[in-house]
Each structure stands twice: as C-alpha cells, then as structure tokens.
C-alpha cells in the first residue's frame, strides 16, 4: 500500500540553525501538510499546501517557517533559525483531493531535537 | 469541524473485542466520522470513516447511530499491536485540517 515517506527519522541541531524536514507523498495526491507533536501533547496543524500555495495555516506556521514542493515529489518543511522550543515530532500528510472525505495519510514522522 | 468527546483511557482483554465510543452530538450533515490510530512515536494511521451507514474494513468496524450524535470503533480481536490512542474525529478531511483531541488511550492486556 503506498505510503507518506518522511526523511530523516531523527534530527538533531543547535539553536539558531536552520533545518529543512523532507516528506514524499503519496504518487498522485494532491493536498499536502505538516504538523507537529510536542511530547506528551496533542498532534497540531501547521500548513495545509495546494496547487503549489500555502492554503491555510496555524498561528504556530510564523516567518521562521517555510514550505515547499520543488520538484514533484518532495514536499518540505524548513524552519529557518531553529529556536528549543520547536523540538518536536513533526509529521507530513496527504490527501488525494478526490472527494472531500477523502482521509489524509501521514508519515511516521522525523523527530526534531534542538540543543 | 463538529467537537468530539472520548473516554481518556480503556483496557481490553488480547482476543476480545475492543468497543471504543465517541460522542459528537453537534456533528453536522455533511461531516463524516473518521478514526485514526497513533501508536507509540508513529505518525497517525487512518483506520476507517463513515457518514451515515455503518463500515467495516479490514482493521475495524464502525457503527454510527441513526442520529448521527455518537458512534463506536470495533476491533474486533484486539492484539498486543492495537495498544495505541485512538482519535475521533468529525468533518471532512480532505482540503482542511484535521484537529486531533486527546483521543483514547487503549491498552491491550494479554
């Protein structure tokens, strides 16, 4: 079954570097996002990202983040000057667009740890 | 979306089913009821979604009552493997975030 594929599982950089969180969709779908899980809290919204724009986005998503597919397949989450409260889970999805049921899958996810 | 009301945790018995309820009474017509599944540091697993009639794949079932207001996941032999927090969810998925709740915390006991 074709899945979210989400690179690397675990990363781990200093305070006030930037960081870029890479995501494979699922072929042919055609609504994207991220989210993020802090320890032991509720799974959050970031971005929602279709027809290579921004969609919609939480107040969490400030200037410090940016996404963007480059090349068809990836779809990534950079943050610019990473700060230690952004250590988290952080989690791509996809949705095929076919129908507004149409569930999202996610990624297992890459761990983020800023030191 | 319409708000949802989980138990926090549950125990079920390996081997039995696991009947997991969900409250959504101010769900409105068009929104559908998904579940998903996070197990330990593994991103969230759609499992299965219906509107109105009752669905059953192959992880689970789901029976929505005819008001729509609540309804129950099955699994219907729970394994070691289901331990993990399921999440109710109601609206549409597509093209909108989802917005996960606390969920329910279900631990499979051998």
């Known amino acids: 079954e074709p899945e979210v594929t989400q690179t690397p599982s675990h990363q781990v950089t200093q305070m006030g570097q930037e960081v870029i969180l890479r995501c494979v969709p699922i072929s042919n779908h055609l609504y994207f996002y991220w989210y993020r899980q802090i320890l032991g809290q509720k799974v959050e919204f970031l971005v929602s990202?279709?027809?290579?724009?921004?969609?919609?986005k939480s107040e969490i998503f400030d200037d410090q983040f940016s996404v963007e597919r480059p090349d068809g397949s990836n779809f990534t989450l950079k943050i610019r000057s990473t700060k230690l409260e952004d250590s988290a889970m952080y989690f791509c999805?996809?949705?095929?667009?076919?129908?507004?049921?149409?569930?999202?899958?996610f990624g297992d996810g890459t761990r983020l740890s800023i030191l | 979306d319409a708000k949802t009301t989980q138990p926090p945790s549950m125990d079920c018995a390996e081997g039995r089913a696991a009947n997991l309820p969900c409250n959504h009474s101010?769900?409105?017509?068009?929104?559908?009821v998904y579940w998903y599944r996070q197990i330990h540091s593994q991103g969230p697993q759609y499992i299965i979604h219906g509107l109105k009639n009752n669905e059953t794949n192959e992880m689970a079932s789901l029976i929505i009552t005819e008001d729509r207001k609540s309804s129950t996941l099955i699994l219907p032999h729970a394994t070691l493997r289901d331990t993990a927090v399921y999440y109710c969810i109601a609206g549409q998925t597509s093209y909108d975030k989802v917005i996960f709740g606390p969920g329910t915390s279900l631990s499979v006991i051998p």
């Open positions: 999805a996809s949705d095929s667009g076919r129908g507004a049921d149409q569930p999202q899958h």
């Open positions: 990202f279709y027809n290579n724009e921004i969609s919609e």
């Open positions: 101010t769900i409105s017509g068009n929104e559908y």
